[in-house]
């Protein structure tokens, strides 16, 4: 994006003739400069983008992963942007992995938020490759996967990206999406006790709460 800012107004001189030199050469000056940058815009007076840089934010909007089998795994989501298998029909240098920031697990569908691109070639891939991966296959994730962006421009994530910022730290964990049928609470306090003493485990349906006796 071009500076809109505006240079210091040149100091009139002493005398009417020092003045006159003085605007003389500020007018040089301006003129240089405008035509040293004339190589940066179209004709239309509209700055030329280069073929890297980022158009608008470079934030992308987050990818609705959809239609997921009930035991997929977060792992397996990633998996698919950053060791992508591709059918051999796909030219691989084209699509090639997409990095990941983190996934927001849901209950049958999920939200990818993929890292910040650096360029508009890279935005450009990772909408290609978002493209060609909905209705996929994916073992042990969906037989045909409902692959978009979130509807949006990218606030969605900026806005979550705040939020977290100012989180404080907790003793409790939220736990969500586990298997109602087959979790019992004997199999939380083995997979989290590791990590601190646990003075509470409150499960619900889906769902569990576990609190810790320290943060640290």
Avoid: W
Wanted: hydrophobic share 35%; proline share 6%; aromatic share 8%.
């Amino acid at each position: 994006m071009a500076d809109d800012g505006e240079g210091p107004a040149p100091a009139p001189g002493d005398n009417p003739r020092d003045s006159n030199d003085n605007d003389r050469g500020s007018i040089a000056k301006e003129m240089k400069e405008e035509h040293s940058g004339e190589a940066d815009f179209n004709n239309d007076g509209g700055r030329k983008n280069n073929d890297d840089d980022v158009i608008g934010s470079p934030a992308l909007r987050p990818v609705f992963i959809g239609n997921l089998l009930p035991n997929f795994v977060t792992e397996d989501v990633i998996s698919i942007f950053e060791r992508p298998i591709l059918p051999d029909s796909v030219d691989r240098d084209k699509y090639g992995p997409v990095p990941v920031e983190r996934v927001d697990l849901k209950r049958g569908y999920c939200f990818v938020f993929l890292k910040d691109v650096k360029t508009q070639s890279e935005k450009e891939h990772a909408e290609r490759f978002v493209a060609m991966i909905n209705g996929m296959s994916v073992p042990g994730v969906s037989e045909a996967v409902r692959v978009e962006f979130a509807r949006g421009d990218g606030r969605v994530k900026r806005k979550e990206d705040e939020r977290r910022k100012n989180i404080e730290p907790s003793d409790t964990l939220f736990v969500v999406n586990f298997n109602e049928s087959t979790t019992k609470r004997d199999d939380l306090q083995t997979l989290f006790e590791p990590f601190g003493e646990l003075i509470r485990i409150d499960m619900k349906k889906n769902y569990a709460f576990i609190q810790f006796r320290t943060i640290a």
